[in-house]
């Protein structure tokens, strides 16, 4: 078992734990959390905020409370139970009629009523929307057909780079990578993890916002 290979009275020795039952190489979760091969050898205590907010994004089965605290089980039962969300947390979010490439945010919540559209039961407070994923551009960590909730961000005060966001623009929604161009302030680049796909230079001036990824859900109920 890997519960008698690792120290699971540590945060190192639960994710370890928690990698081994789902035979995730090491090399892999770095890779995906974009952090050096050897980062798990040198966490001590603990890990910092931000890079739990990335775990859960990637891993929204891994219950954070386990991981950071040893409290409860490996696996979070609300990634999983629907009609449990609902019964603890109840937090209803807007499913949005819109893909990658077609149509876009501002357009959408400024023409329709929020109430009359369809609904998902999102785990956390604070979400904003919630939207279905197409294609495969940001393959392998999100999947075609996912469903991601995202929440606006204030982009005048910082923007959080290198982290997957929705780009609410005047072509289309896209879900990307967001970085600093090299053409200046007045452009974002748009990368795709999948690395068939090039990057996209973005002018700031035709984005209307940009929302980060708060959770993934890999099932849900609607409304």
């Known amino acids: ?4 290979k690792y120290d699971l009275s ?3 020795g639960r994710l370890l734990t928690y990698l081994k039952e789902n035979r995730i190489p090491q090399t892999e979760f770095c890779k995906r959390l974009g952090v050096a091969p050897t980062y798990i050898g040198v966490i001590r205590k603990s890990i910092p905020a931000e ?3 990335r775990i859960a994004t990637l891993y929204p089965d891994l219950n954070r409370e386990w991981l950071l605290y040893g409290e409860g089980e490996m696996y979070s039962k609300e990634a999983n139970d629907p009609k449990k969300l609902l019964q603890e947390a109840g937090y209803l979010v807007p499913l949005l009629p819109v ?3 077609a149509g876009n945010i501002t357009a959408w919540s400024q023409s329709i009523n929020a109430s009359e559209c369809e609904k998902v039961i999102s785990p956390v407070q604070g979400v904003d929307f919630a939207i279905r994923i197409s294609g495969d551009s940001m393959e392998p960590d999100f999947h075609d057909g996912s469903i991601i909730l995202i929440k606006k961000i204030d982009d005048k005060a910082f923007i959080p780079w290198g ?3 929705i780009v609410d623009s005047s072509n289309g929604v896209f879900f990307k990578d967001v970085y600093p161009s090299s ?3 007045k452009y974002i680049e748009a990368k795709s993890i999948n690395q068939k796909y090039p990057p996209l230079e973005i002018p700031l001036d035709c984005v209307y916002g940009l929302y ?3 959770t993934m859900l890999n099932t849900f109920s609607s409304y």
């Open 51 to 53: 890079k739990i907010n």
């Open 183 to 185: 053409k200046g302030k």
């Open 212 to 214: 980060r990824v708060v």
């Open 1 to 4: 078992m890997a519960s008698d």
């Open 163 to 165: 982290h997957p966001m």
């Open 10 to 12: 540590t945060v190192k």
């Open 99 to 101: 893909t990658a490439f």
